[in-house]
């Protein structure tokens, strides 16, 4: 089926200093999403972008967080500074109409 | 807001045991039903969707349906096997909400041979 490629797939990163997650989306898809999962919890959406926009973004987008897609490489998700309560595994999704959200395997950051 | 419970954190079976996981919503919306599964090292992976209530949504052999009275939705399979081990998650898709997922915790499902 359609890939989601989550690169990488382990940051360790100092807190306090940027990192920048990035997924290869499906290619012709148009709907960009990231989650985040803290272990043991459930999945919780973060943000969804399309057309360049940030669509919706919800309480966890904190201002320390930024995505973009720039001439449609990556679509990347920046935190900068990170925090500890950053660490997490944050999934990548994308579709084509709003439908089926396909996933990455996710990236696991650790912030120490 | 949108809200989904999924209280059953492991559950433990035998092959060819009957499984069912349920779950229940909260929304204000008609909302859109899902469940994903996902293997480890994986992402989570589309399942199963039901987009109206008492219809059922069939596949691997995977049978979900959601009853609007009483806001639940269950995933439940007949006859589990080992390859099914994985984590399930329900999921509510908001109506009008640009496909914003709202996940339930997950229930790892192991089974043994």
């Known amino acids: 089926g359609p890939k989601v490629l989550q690169i990488p797939s382990h940051q360790i990163i100092d807190m306090g200093q940027m990192v920048t997650l990035n997924c290869d989306p499906v290619?012709?898809?148009?709907?960009f999403y990231w989650y985040k999962q803290i272990l043991g919890q459930q999945m919780e959406f973060l943000v969804n972008?399309?057309?360049?926009?940030?669509?919706?973004k919800s309480k966890l987008f904190k201002d320390q967080f930024s995505v973009e897609r720039p001439d449609g490489s990556y679509f990347t998700l920046k935190i900068q500074p990170t925090a500890l309560e950053d660490s997490a595994v944050y999934f990548c999704?994308?579709?084509?109409?709003?439908?089926?959200?396909?996933f990455g395997a996710g990236t696991r950051l650790s912030v120490l | 807001g949108d809200s989904v419970t999924q209280k059953q954190g492991q559950v433990t079976l035998s092959e060819d045991d009957f499984l069912f996981i349920n779950c229940t919503y909260s929304?204000?919306?008609?909302?859109?039903l899902l469940w994903y599964v996902q293997y480890p090292g994986q992402g989570p992976q589309l399942l199963l969707k039901?987009?109206?209530?008492?219809n059922k949504g069939i596949s691997r052999g995977f049978e979900a349906t959601y009853d609007k009275g009483t806001t639940s939705f269950h995933l439940q399979k007949a006859s589990v096997q080992e390859s099914d081990s994985a984590v399930y998650f329900c999921?509510?898709?908001?109506?009008?909400?640009?496909?914003?997922?709202?996940f339930g915790k997950g229930t790892k499902l192991s089974v043994k041979s």
């Open positions: 999704a994308s579709s084509s109409s709003q439908n089926t959200l396909y």
């Open positions: 290619s012709n898809h148009l709907y």
């Open positions: 972008f399309y057309n360049g926009k940030v669509m919706e």
């Open positions: 929304t204000t919306t008609y909302p859109t």
């Open positions: 039901v987009t109206t209530a008492n």
């Open positions: 999921a509510l898709v908001a109506g009008g909400s640009n496909a914003k997922l709202t």
